[in-house]
């Protein structure tokens, strides 16, 4: 039966060639959007590491327009070859985590909803929000819209009251930003940083953070009375997260600088650098790899400073559609 037997072979090196375009897809390229059916995440894994940069002159001016050459990434001491980049202006998935807790009370929470309202204004029109508000419990109000007037309102329907519960708040915003629609994600955590009724602790929230390629700013609502040990801690907790996520945390005095910072943040997020690169020695051994970027200026002008994640777990990242 030759006619069978050709048809077999043929089949055969079908299945082959599709079975080796699927590997190839999930081991060595960027995951592609599936908007058929957004409802279901689809995970893929890649060993593509990805950073998100912001690049500052000596008076924290944003610099933009730098090309690929003028950054070198350093992966556990070793150079990498940068074989993603981009300095669009893009929009991003941010999860806006706002504390409304008895220590909110007063006019830090008004003063709070007044300044988000800039960094809405300022923000890309295609940004994607979560929006999170969170007492004793952390509580999902808004997923994945891109109504910003919607994320305003619902907030001026909410009152302070009861205990804080930010570290599951934090939880649950990096689990849903990283299902978000855009490559760029971040979070906002609007707080005094005081914790005092999660189900998780620092340490765990740390380690997510440290998993999750979303950087991360913190506006610190603190007045006199915050001055104390738990003030202290709650500052330490918000610079932390921000500092390990290459994020930044602010701590503004009076309204009017909390106006500032919130358009800050989101000039900020519009003026960011994406690179992305494949260590050749990749092992998903779980360590962690220490991430160092340097930045050369260009001829003329000044020192640069560039700020990005510390470092990530050696795990194949997934990523959700």
């Avoid at 202006?89 to 941010?94: G, H, L, N, Q, R």
């Avoid at 929006?131 to 001026?156: G, M």
Wanted: proline fraction near 5%; aromatic fraction near 10%.
């Amino acid at each position: 039966m030759p006619f069978y037997l050709t048809d077999r072979k043929m089949l055969l090196r079908v299945a082959t060639v599709l079975c080796l375009s699927l590997a190839f897809t999930a081991v060595g390229q960027t995951p592609t959007p599936t908007p058929d059916d957004p409802s279901k995440p689809v995970t893929i894994r890649t060993d593509l590491v990805t950073l998100t940069l912001t690049v500052t002159d000596l008076y924290g001016r944003y610099v933009s327009g730098l090309s690929k050459s003028a950054f070198t990434v350093l992966d556990n001491n070793k150079e990498q070859e940068i074989t993603y980049f981009s300095d669009t202006d893009a929009p991003i998935s941010v999860g806006i985590l706002f504390d409304v807790s008895g220590s909110m009370g007063g006019d830090k929470i008004k003063k709070a909803r007044t300044a988000l309202s800039r960094f809405v204004a300022a923000s890309h029109p295609m940004d994607e929000y979560f929006l999170i508000a969170f007492n004793n419990r952390a509580e999902l109000l808004l997923d994945r819209t891109r109504d910003s007037d919607a994320v305003l309102q619902k907030l001026t329907l909410v009152q302070p009251g009861r205990n804080t519960a930010l570290y599951d708040a934090v939880y649950l915003g990096l689990e849903r930003v990283t299902r978000g629609s855009h490559q760029k994600r971040a979070l906002l955590i609007i707080s005094d940083g005081q914790d005092n009724s999660s189900r998780y602790n620092f340490g765990e929230v740390r380690k997510l953070m440290k998993e999750s390629d979303v950087v991360t700013y913190a506006v610190g609502i603190l007045d006199r009375g915050d001055a104390g040990s738990l003030g202290m801690q709650g500052q330490a907790f918000l610079d932390e997260l921000a500092s390990v996520s290459g994020g930044k945390s602010f701590y503004p005095t009076n309204a009017v600088e909390m106006d500032e910072i919130f358009d800050r943040i989101a000039i900020e997020l519009r003026h960011q650098y994406s690179i992305g690169y494949t260590p050749p020695d990749f092992q998903p051994d779980g360590k962690w790899r220490k991430v160092r970027v340097k930045v050369k200026p260009p001829r003329g002008m000044q020192r640069l400073s560039v700020r990005s994640r510390e470092g990530y777990y050696a795990s194949p990242n997934v990523s959700y559609k």
